[in-house]
């Protein structure tokens, strides 16, 4: 079974604090993702890799970094994190193929950003 | 942007009955798939039904989608409570390797 993990389930921090969110997968998956969903809105694409060092920008990039120096790790990094930026956190993994690929999914980290 | 809307945004219905859920999109796809979230988890995928594809079945999910309508359902036979869950549908954009999801159908089953 594909395994997504992701460093924290919940995570408290305040405002002005640089926030580091880890992504592992164990399936060799050369895509990956990360979302926030919050009420009302659904899950949306912050940053996606193809592969390794390779990043691109999803629907709301603003306020995120990502970094991929391994093909299994995928970081979210909220450089100077805000109270907008509390939300639930989502990654998730696909093989890169012909565009029907699965994703799975970690189980989420809560932010909470005081 | 948003791709896929569910329809209904909720829905309570009793043990055994059927759910029906509704999907539409604007864009050309691929494929459309459908992923159930258990309350403050992460998602789980259920099935994709391919472009060229009318129906499809997989135990007691029946998903249909309707190219020319832009629209999909996924419907749940003989519900149980642990069906209770959020159930998103996602579609590709063409030559893209994301994924856009939907809102999400809140289903609750009461026993």
């Known amino acids: 079974d594909v395994k997504v993990t992701q460093s924290s389930r919940y995570l408290v921090k305040r405002t002005g604090e640089k926030v580091f969110l880890e992504c592992v997968q164990d399936m060799d998956h050369e895509n990956m993702f990360w979302y926030r969903q919050d009420p009302g809105l659904g899950l949306r694409l912050i940053y996606f890799?193809?592969?390794?060092?390779?990043?691109e920008k999803g629907d709301i990039p603003e306020g995120y970094s990502v970094s991929r120096e391994k093909k299994e790790r995928f970081s979210l990094i909220l450089e100077s994190a805000s109270t907008n930026q509390t939300s639930m956190y989502l990654c998730a993994s696909s093989l890169r193929g012909l565009g029907e690929e699965t994703q799975y999914f970690g189980p989420g980290t809560r932010l909470l950003v005081l | 942007s948003q791709q896929g809307e569910e329809d209904p945004q909720a829905l309570s219905i009793q043990e055994g009955e059927n759910a029906t859920m509704n999907c539409s999109y604007k864009t050309s796809i691929n494929n459309l798939q459908w992923y159930r979230q258990n309350s403050g988890r992460g998602l789980v995928h259920l099935i994709l039904i391919r472009s060229n594809e009318r129906e499809k079945h997989s135990g007691r999910l029946r998903v249909t989608l309707d190219t020319s309508k832009k629209s999909s359902s996924l419907l749940i036979t003989a519900s149980r409570a642990a069906d209770t869950a959020s159930y998103f549908c996602a579609t590709d954009a063409r030559g893209a390797q994301k994924l856009v999801f939907g809102q999400g159908t809140r289903l609750t089953i009461n026993p």
């Open positions: 890799s193809y592969d390794v060092k390779m990043k």
